[in-house]
């Protein structure tokens, strides 16, 4: 009789626990922590730019100027780039106040920037790799990222030859950005102009780009320049359709008379 009842027992905690509801999972934040770097994701819109030496444009050695005067002297004119939807990479696509805003998107491993001016995208490896000995050079480069405290310090090397100004480069030319997150109202300067007419941020966040271009061959000197963003909803970014007038004005051309 003993033994019938313990066997009842067994098989009614077994019943029990089927019908029991799942335990919840423990917090999220109890699996994964949160990660220890700020997370620089949104869209942000850059509204000023300041050259920390008090320069108002680059500085170049004589052999950069050289190099700038030998291009131009090669045509009668050289287009401008914008109106033909032609991105000239960096620094340029980051110190840009033309009021088209970039997305950044932050994992562990990498950020993404997608700038809305000529559709320009920058990967910026957050998982320790050197940059590659085999990369085929671009206009915004092979950039690699690491933190300091609060500070993610990016190397930008691998750039393609731009021998046109305010930011000319070759393959020697490397740019070091000091990117942070911080307060309106720690630091100087304000939106003005059409900058800051176009649309108001979300917020007071602003993120900071300190940077710094070397190429010996170049400029005289490092040339310092920080760039001030605000942070814009996340509707802010549109799709940048300049190139399709110039294809619909190619297609125009060939219409077939009616």
Not at 113 to 133: C, F, I, K, N, S
Not at 153 to 169: H, K, N, Y
Not at 174 to 194: A, D, M, N, Y
Not at 200 to 220: H, K, Q, R, S, W
Request: charged share 20%.
């Amino acid at each position: 009789m003993t033994m019938i009842r313990v066997g009842c027992a067994i098989a009614i905690t077994a019943m029990l626990a089927a019908c029991s509801p799942p335990e919840s999972p423990a917090p999220a934040d109890s699996i994964s922590p949160p990660s220890a770097h700020p997370d620089l994701s949104g869209v942000w819109m850059a509204f000023a730019v300041e050259s920390p030496d008090g320069a108002r444009t680059p500085q170049y050695s004589a052999e950069g100027e050289a190099m700038l005067e030998a291009f131009t002297a090669q045509f009668t004119e050289v287009p401008e780039t914008g109106a033909w939807c032609y991105g000239s990479g960096m620094p340029a696509m980051m110190l840009s106040t033309v009021s088209y805003p970039i997305e950044i998107v932050q994992h562990a491993s990498r950020l993404m920037m997608v700038a809305e001016l000529e559709m320009q995208v920058r990967r910026v490896y957050l998982d320790g790799r050197p940059h590659p000995t085999d990369f085929l050079s671009q206009g915004v480069g092979h950039s690699v990222g690491t933190w300091d405290d609060d500070t993610l310090v990016i190397d930008t090397a691998l750039l393609s030859e731009w021998p046109m100004r305010p930011w000319p480069r070759t393959e020697q030319t490397q740019i070091v950005e000091r990117v942070h997150l911080t307060k309106l109202e720690l630091v100087t300067p304000r939106p003005s102009g059409f900058i800051a007419t176009v649309q108001e941020p979300i917020n007071d966040d602003v993120l900071v780009i300190e940077m710094t271009i070397t190429d010996p061959g170049v400029y005289a000197g490092p040339q310092r320049r920080t760039a001030y963003y605000q942070r814009m909803a996340d509707t802010a970014t549109l799709e940048y359709a300049c190139s399709a007038e110039h294809w619909l004005e190619d297609l125009e051309k060939n219409r077939v008379s009616q």
